[in-house]
């Protein structure tokens, strides 16, 4: 199975957020993050939205390593004095790849995570778009069976069809919604 460290700005939106929750729960991959890692999204939320309170994201990275029980990784650290990226404040990140043997970091922000450094450690840096794009690929029926599911659970307040192929666009998964979009008769 894929093991993947989810970088702090992929877990900041809450649709992406929730919809690598639902493939992580339907076994397609298996996330990892640190508490670091989760400290920075949970702050950016709460900085950038006044709305949800610190109780409610504290549910919420409750419910996210529920998922996966080996979401959480510690003793990382060991590596970060060792790493040098273009951002001395991302070597966590990458430490934590390395200390959990995963394959991959989901991130944005690849221009923080060079391909030459990475590859020494056999990790790469990848777009969530690809990412999530390459799960469909490998099991379609698993994929948009937990899609529709998860589009099925939003409730406050639910979307069409078209508006969730349109926050997949929204956020930047143009590739993950053509697929999506090919399927729709089923989710």
């Not at 004095?81 to 922000?109: E, G, K």
Request: aromatic share 8%; hydrophobic share 45%; net charge negative.
């Amino acid at each position: 199975m894929i093991i993947a460290v989810l970088d702090a700005c992929v877990l900041y939106p809450p649709s992406l957020r929730n919809l690598l929750m639902r493939l992580a729960a339907s076994r397609l991959y298996s996330p990892r993050w640190t508490h670091e890692i989760q400290d920075e999204w949970v702050r950016s939320v709460l900085k950038d939205n006044s709305a949800i309170s610190q109780g409610q994201l504290d549910r919420t990275c409750l419910l996210m390593a529920l998922v996966n029980p080996k979401a959480i990784v510690s003793g990382y650290e060991v590596y970060i004095p060792a790493l040098t990226l273009p951002d001395p404040d991302d070597r966590h990140v990458l430490a934590t790849a390395i200390h959990a043997l995963a394959s991959h970091i989901v991130t944005y922000n690849l221009s923080d995570f060079p391909e030459s450094i990475l590859g020494y450690h056999n990790v790469e840096a990848i777009h969530p778009d690809i990412f999530l794009s390459a799960l469909f690929d490998e099991k379609p029926e698993e994929f948009l069976h937990a899609v529709y599911r998860h589009r099925a659970d939003l409730k406050n307040p639910p979307k069409s069809i078209q508006e969730y192929i349109d926050t997949l666009k929204a956020n930047r998964l143009v590739q993950l919604a053509t697929r999506i979009d090919a399927h729709r008769h089923v989710i």
